[in-house]
């Protein structure tokens, strides 16, 4: 009796959620393989539950008497709390607990409080997160391999490290640069490495 009353409830609740969908215009998956049907919507979010949704219309919402948070198709409320990453028109951006290291942060600027932004993508992942040093909101960059779901902070060493198998951009990171930004550096690195490996493989 207690799995018919189960098999019910499930019923109902997915009713329920695939009329909500067809409304406001989301699709969840819980097939990760299926993802790829739905490459042509630009805008998702991974829950914590393991689902990710996609939906016509996603934006990061901040303000001075507004808690930041994502509205999805104008009218769905999506808090930090309950996202794993998420990918809206000018960013994807991941949460700061799965970074390995690195400051902890309730920061909003370019991404939602807590998120890491990613800057640059490919077979090397570069991502920003901002930090408050108790005067100024600092830029933390962590890097993460394409086939490695681990993302880490960034330190020198472990960038070279990343990018040992292509001399032309190990070349240009020890190159002296005047008035170029360190971060500035490393990106068009990370930049020139990923360009370099897709025309390798060519």
Same mark, same amino acid.
């Given at each position: 009796?207690? /799995?018919?009353?189960?098999?019910?409830?499930?019923?109902?609740?997915?009713?329920?959620?695939?009329? !909500?969908? !067809?409304?406001?215009? @989301?699709?969840?998956?819980?097939?990760? &393989? #299926?993802? !790829?049907?739905? &490459?042509?919507?630009?805008?998702?979010?991974?829950?914590?539950?393991?689902?990710?949704?996609?939906?016509?219309?996603?934006?990061?919402?901040?303000?001075?008497?507004?808690?930041? %948070?994502?509205?999805? #198709?104008?009218? +769905?409320?999506?808090?930090?709390?309950?996202?794993?990453?998420?990918? +809206?028109?000018? %960013?994807?951006?991941? $949460?700061?607990?799965? +970074?390995?290291?690195? %400051?902890? !942060?309730?920061?909003?600027?370019?991404?939602?409080?807590?998120?890491?932004?990613?800057?640059?993508?490919?077979?090397?992942?570069?991502? @920003?997160?901002?930090?408050?040093?108790?005067?100024?909101? +600092?830029?933390?960059?962590?890097?993460?391999?394409? #086939?490695?779901?681990?993302?880490?902070?960034?330190?020198?060493?472990?960038?070279?490290?990343?990018?040992?198998? /292509?001399?032309?951009?190990?070349?240009?990171? %020890?190159?002296?640069?005047?008035?170029?930004?360190?971060?500035?550096?490393?990106?068009?690195?990370?930049?020139?490495?990923?360009? $370099?490996?897709?025309?390798?493989?060519?």
């Amino acid at each position: 009796m207690k /799995n018919i009353l189960n098999a019910i409830v499930g019923l109902v609740f997915l009713t329920v959620l695939n009329s !909500s969908c !067809s409304k406001f215009g @989301c699709v969840y998956i819980t097939n990760p &393989s #299926n993802a !790829s049907k739905l &490459s042509n919507r630009s805008s998702f979010v991974k829950l914590k539950n393991g689902r990710t949704v996609y939906y016509n219309k996603l934006e990061m919402i901040k303000g001075i008497f507004t808690a930041p %948070h994502l509205l999805a #198709n104008a009218s +769905i409320k999506i808090r930090p709390s309950e996202i794993e990453a998420y990918q +809206i028109s000018d %960013h994807y951006a991941v $949460s700061q607990k799965y +970074i390995m290291n690195g %400051h902890k !942060s309730a920061v909003a600027v370019d991404a939602l409080p807590g998120f890491a932004k990613r800057v640059v993508k490919g077979k090397l992942n570069v991502y @920003c997160k901002k930090y408050f040093n108790g005067r100024f909101a +600092i830029d933390e960059f962590f890097l993460q391999s394409e #086939n490695d779901s681990k993302i880490y902070a960034y330190t020198p060493e472990l960038f070279k490290k990343m990018i040992e198998d /292509n001399e032309e951009a190990l070349n240009y990171y %020890h190159k002296e640069t005047v008035g170029v930004d360190p971060s500035k550096k490393m990106t068009n690195t990370a930049e020139m490495y990923n360009q $370099s490996t897709f025309m390798t493989k060519n």
